[in-house]
């Protein structure tokens, strides 16, 4: 070998190993809604409302607000006469009341795979069945998702011990579940309702969207043997949450979330000889790359990309931009 290419040799030894996952990073139902807020902007101007973050990511709000977006919490912050987006996490039918009793001009970006949830949970209603909801207190999906039955119809399990407990009347029981729970975890408090209600009845095509399940796949190729695993993605954003969880269960040595890879210390690096790097549905791939770039301005790093599936998930665009 020549010096050259024993230079290279050492060089490629030495250097950090990053197994970047994928998929990873925005989801069909993020882009739809990230792209419903920039075409309603270019169809009518700015300011454009938006309800809610429209995705758990500070990076993507912060540039939507600077091209004109206005977030609010309640519609009660609604200019009259401005167009209004509901965000991708769904919103309760009050919300909707709300809306046509004001006229406002609403662009609904509730993804369509929370929809579906929603639509189970008013057809188990419908036909007289109570129903569980297995998800997170508070998460905005949630909330969607709770207002879709009277509250005496409608429980929320947030873990086993709750699954345990829970002693609906008697009659007919459903379950139904947030899109961006873990596998894993959701699977264990299904076993204990399905032990307690032999005759509970469960969506035909799990709750937990395509694209929860392919990022928890992903990272579990990535993670076991890494020192670190590394989740671009919000504290606010629970898929990239189970993400962090998924990988240190599936044997990454540490795991934690990076919200802002510009300000990331990369003193969490040192020491490490493999890492692996994935993102939240709500995080764009731009983010992936400034903490690409940075960790490799600071060592030498040899990258290789691990396959989990490959998607081709695209939704049609709320109906009065597609109209557009
Ligand atoms: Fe839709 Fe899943 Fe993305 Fe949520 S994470 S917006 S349910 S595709």
Known sequence: MSNAGRDEDREARRALRIRLAAPRGFCAGVERAVRSVEEALAMFGAPVFVRHEIVHNAHVVNRLRSMGAV???????????????????????????EARARSLMTIDATCPLVSKVHNEVRRHVAQGRQVLVIGHQGHPEIVGTMGQAPISRISLITSIADAERISPPPGAIAYATQTTLSLDETAAIIEVLKRRF?????????????????????VKKIAPGADLVLVVGSAHSSNSRRL????????AKKAML??????????????AAVIGITAGASAPEELVEI??????????????TIDHVEEDVVFKQPLMLAAG
Do not use: M
């Open 258 to 271: 990076v919200e802002d890879p510009e300000q990331f210390d990369l003193r969490a690096i040192i020491g």
């Open 198 to 218: 032999p005759a509970i009845i469960g969506p035909h095509r799990s709750d937990i969207c395509y694209a929860t399940q392919n990022r928890q796949e992903a």
């Open 244 to 251: 962090v969880e998924t990988a240190t269960l599936a044997g």
């Open 71 to 97: 977030f609010v919490d309640e519609l009660g912050d609604v200019v009259a006469g401005r167009p209004v987006i509901l965000s991708a996490h769904g919103a309760p039918p009050s919300v909707y009341d």
């Open 291 to 304: 903490l690409l770039t940075r960790i490799a301005d600071t060592t030498p790093v040899s990258i290789e």
